[in-house]
């Protein structure tokens, strides 16, 4: 079981949730960007919800199916189509062998995942499958797809969607999908955050600019963070600063005023100010903007955080009900 | 017990602060707090981090929430570690791991050897000796997969990292940036002046433990010949 790309697309890679655990080793984390399109794409094919998928980014990839899979398209609106068809996203759809499944350019957001039944099956590498490019790690040979790459499909899990699979047409689907007001609102441009430890070493000017101002996305950000362009934010004075730990969503000011938020491809550790940390219920709706695309810091607690991360928790143990029963239920071909 | 500072990392770490001063014994208490987070990890954490004055511990805010009624994960976590911390004091610090690395110095694996001798106003043999005849104790595992932050080295031997940096130095490369020094486990760019080279895999993704070094650990380096470089490779 195999799907062949046909064209890599700009930055497609196999990503999974993580590679968790290996930070005392300097291992970078990684994993998909964007986590709630990881999980619901993967429940939706009846997977494990960190099961590895494929990320592309912007520009899309063009997929060559070799035999029948049940796939799921989640996150960002990259233009999907089989045979010219549009594909719909949040629900599951069966592909025949010899479809071609074609991403064109971002209508919507800026990352996509294709999660398919099984599973991507690469070697484990420190507890996770995926892409690392800077080390050569995990993936296929730690490297982005290209053309010409066989991505290996795992075994089907029993427990998985019976959809119309007869009849001639490229892909079919079913009427239902995860419902609009339960996906991350990725237009969205303000970001919850958490004030950061060196926040009141800022002048004050820049903590009323950090809270009330618009940042820009440069273009010299990718999976490892985000460059942000906007108000010059400038400590009191210096202050000697000793590397620790940082988190996905810690947003560092290095001396020139322009802050980084780090992501899912950060090193380990830093030795910038931290003026806050993305909260990680919007890291969804970061992953989803592009350079030039704005954002806000919108000024929450800790316990805001968390209290936000509980109730979606809910939400998605409602969605995994409901995708079950809709199993058990009748499909109609679309 | 010592009182012990508590700060979020975001809304999944906590940072916990072991002492203001980078020194041995922050290091130890680092150390300890590590090695029991490795043999105890309590349920809902992720990982730790140690770092050169704290520890960094990561945790699934929705595992905590279950497991302890009417607390905010966050004040759990705390509660948590300060038990953890309040038992920890009352441990034996065990003995540093001292760990051997073989260097073979100057010509091609070591390229800027002749100008960090310069800089310094010594021989390009002073400064091998120099450099392979100090121990450096290994404060923390970061930058990139494997790369030890080493202290302790003779500040004779501080040298300006270079002008551009290299586009990529290969594995096992040992360089001086500024006060530093270190070994680049990957290939990676860089603009540390190198030195030398070992044989020996600093980053070993196949292992169990990937970074050969974790913080505590004494370093050695061991001047070698190219010979013995390339029989150490092979055997590799």
Known sequence: MSIEILQPGLSTTIQDSGRNGYQKHGVVVGGAMDPFALRMGNLLVGNEEGAAVIEATLIGPKLLFHEDHLIAISGGDLSPKISGKPVPSWRPVWVKAGSVLAFGHAQKGCRAYVAIAGGIDVPIVMGSRSTYVRAKLGGLEGRALKAGDRIPIGKTNADCFSLDKKGDAPFSTVSWSIGENAIPSYENRSVRTIGGPEFKDFTEESQTRFYEDEFQIAPQSDRMGYRLSGPDLQLKKPKEQISEAVSAGTIQVPPGGSPIILLADRQTTGGYPKIGYVATIDLPILAQKKPGDTLRFQNITVKEAQHALLLRERAINQLKCSIKLMKTGGFKRV | ?236
């Open chain 2, 1 to 236: 017990m010592e009182h012990y500072e508590f700060s979020p990392l975001g809304d999944s770490g906590m940072i916990v602060n072991m002492g203001e001063e980078i020194d041995r014994k922050t290091l130890e208490k680092v150390t300890a707090l590590s090695a029991y987070l490795e043999e105890h990890p309590f349920d809902g954490m992720t990982e730790y981090v140690p770092g050169f004055t704290t520890v960094a511990v990561f945790y699934d805010p929705i595992k905590i929430y279950n497991q302890s009624i009417n607390e905010f994960p966050y004040e759990a976590v705390v509660k948590t570690l300060k038990q953890i911390l309040s038992k920890l004091s009352t441990r034996k610090q065990s003995e540093s791991r001292v760990v051997d690395i073989p260097v073979c110095y100057g010509g091609k694996f070591g390229p800027d050897l002749k100008e960090v001798a310069n800089h310094a106003g010594l021989t390009p043999e002073e400064v091998v000796r120099i450099h392979s005849g100090t121990e450096y104790m290994v404060y923390m595992i970061g930058f990139a997969p494997g790369f030890p932050y080493l202290g302790g080295m003779d500040e004779r031997l501080a040298v300006p990292r270079r002008p551009s940096p290299r586009v990529s130095i290969p594995v096992g490369s040992v360089g001086i940036g500024g006060k530093q020094t270190g070994v680049y486990p990957i290939e990676s760019p860089g603009g540390w002046q190198l030195i030398g080279k070992t044989p020996i895999k600093l980053f070993r993704p196949e292992e169990d433990q990937p970074s050969l070094l974790r913080a505590g650990d004494v370093v050695r380096f061991q001047p070698i010949s190219r010979e013995e470089f390339e029989r150490l490779e092979v055997g590799d």
